[in-house]
C-alpha cells in the first residue's frame, strides 16, 4: 500500500535559523497537503500542491512538490518560536480511490 | 463559514466501557467525514471515513464503529473499550478527498 515518509523526525534549531523537512511516497502522487499541528492541538490545513514541480509561498514558508510528484519539501526560512510544532505531510496516491495517507510528521522546536 | 464542532474535549474511561464521541459540521452539506487517531508524539491513522449519510468505510480492523446518522453528524462509538484505545482521536473534513481537511479540536481519551 501507500505509505508517506517524512524526516527528519525531530528537529531542534536556533531561533533564526532554517528548517526543512522533506516528505517521500512510495507511490505517485496526485497531490500533496501540509498541515501543521501545533503542541497540544489539532492539525491545520497550511497548502495543497498539485502539480509537478509546483513551489507555493507562504510568507517564510515555501513548498515544493517535486518533478515526479513522489516528494515535496517544507522550508522555513528564519524559523520563529511561533514556528514551533509538528508539520505533516500528506498526500492520495494516483489514480487511486483511497483516501489521504499522512506522512508520520517533523516535530519542530526553536530555541530562543 | 464553516465550522467543526467535536466533544468532549478529554475523556477517561475504564476499560470494558462503552464509547461514543460525536462530531458535527456547520455551514456545509454533504462532506466527506472522517476520524482519525494519533497516538502520543505519533502520526495520524485514519479509522473511518464517509461519503454520504450511512455510508462508512473502515481503514482499519479494530475494536471501534462509525456511524453517520445525519449528513452533518458522524459518531466514533465502542461498545467495550480496551487499553490500547486510548489516544487522541480527531474528527475532519472536506468537500472531497482531494481538498484539504479542517480537523476538529479532537478528543483525548485514556482508557484505565
Known amino acids: 500500500g501507500q505509505q508517506v515518509m517524512q524526516i527528519p523526525q525531530y528537529q531542534h534549531v536556533q531561533e533564526g535559523e532554517d528548517f526543512t523537512t522533506y516528505c517521500n511516497s512510495s507511490t505517485t502522487l496526485s497531490n500533496i497537503q501540509w498541515y501543521k499541528q501545533r503542541p497540544g492541538g489539532h492539525p491545520v490545513f497550511l497548502i495543497q500542491?498539485?502539480?509537478?514541480?509546483e513551489v507555493k509561498k507562504q510568507k517564510r514558508l515555501t513548498f515544493q512538490f517535486g518533478e515526479a510528484k513522489k516528494n515535496s519539501s517544507l522550508h522555513i526560512t528564519a524559523t520563529q518560536t511561533t514556528d514551533v510544532g509538528t508539520y505533516f505531510c500528506a498526500g492520495i496516491s494516483s489514480g487511486s480511490a483511497r483516501q489521504l495517507t499522512f506522512g508520520s510528521g517533523t516535530q519542530l522546536t526553536v530555541l530562543p | 463559514s464553516q465550522t467543526i464542532h467535536q466533544w468532549p474535549a478529554t475523556l477517561v474511561q475504564p476499560v470494558g466501557s462503552p464509547l461514543s464521541l460525536e462530531c458535527t459540521v456547520e455551514g456545509t452539506s454533504n462532506p466527506n467525514l472522517y476520524w482519525y487517531r494519533q497516538a502520543a508524539g505519533r502520526g495520524l491513522q485514519l479509522l473511518f471515513y464517509?461519503?454520504?449519510?450511512?455510508?462508512i468505510s473502515s481503514e482499519v480492523p479494530q475494536n471501534l464503529s462509525a456511524s453517520r446518522p445525519q449528513d452533518r453528524q458522524f459518531i466514533l462509538s465502542s461498545k467495550k473499550l480496551l487499553l490500547s484505545d486510548s489516544g487522541f482521536y480527531l474528527c475532519?473534513?472536506?468537500?472531497?478527498?482531494?481538498?484539504?481537511?479542517?480537523f476538529g479540536s479532537g478528543t483525548r481519551l485514556t482508557v484505565v
Open positions: 475532519a473534513w472536506s468537500l472531497e478527498r482531494l481538498y484539504g481537511y479542517t
Open positions: 500542491l498539485v502539480k509537478s514541480g
Open positions: 464517509s461519503v454520504g449519510i450511512g455510508q
